[in-house]
């Protein structure tokens, strides 16, 4: 069994900062990936952030330069670090997490969300 928990999210002024955490536990051989996804009401879930089991980021342009990803390997923990938050921003925000459960594999997780509301 593999878990997927999220945290970190709060109620912040635009301007602010946050930092998510995604935390993967249980029988992992290795997480290939994390992407990290948002959803806001009454909108399709956009993928936010991505990062490599090598380190590699990507980011979506409504917030390159605004939001960073960075993993601790061995917490098995990935972060999301949030600044200058808009109105826009405010969502769930959830980790998906691609893990290897044995070598050669990849199997996809999801965690339960953490809400982010950002107040004008």
């Known amino acids: 069994q593999v878990q997927v928990v999220e945290s970190g999210g709060g109620l912040v002024q635009t301007g602010g900062s946050l930092k998510l955490s995604c935390a993967v536990s249980?029988?992992?051989?290795?997480?290939?990936?994390i992407l990290w996804y948002r959803q806001a009401p009454g909108k399709q879930r956009e993928l936010v952030a991505t990062?490599?089991?090598?380190?590699?980021?990507n980011y979506a342009a409504s917030v390159k330069g605004r939001f960073t990803t960075s993993r601790d390997n061995a917490e098995n923990t990935v972060y999301l670090q949030m600044n200058s938050l808009e109105f826009e921003d405010t969502a769930v925000y959830y980790c998906?997490?691609?893990?290897?459960?044995?070598?050669?594999?990849?199997?996809?997780?999801w965690g339960q969300g953490t809400q982010v509301t950002v107040s004008s």
């Open positions: 249980g029988s992992i051989f290795a997480i290939n990936a």
């Open positions: 990062i490599t089991s090598g380190g590699t980021t």
């Open positions: 998906n997490a691609h893990v290897a459960v044995r070598r050669g594999t990849s199997f996809s997780y």
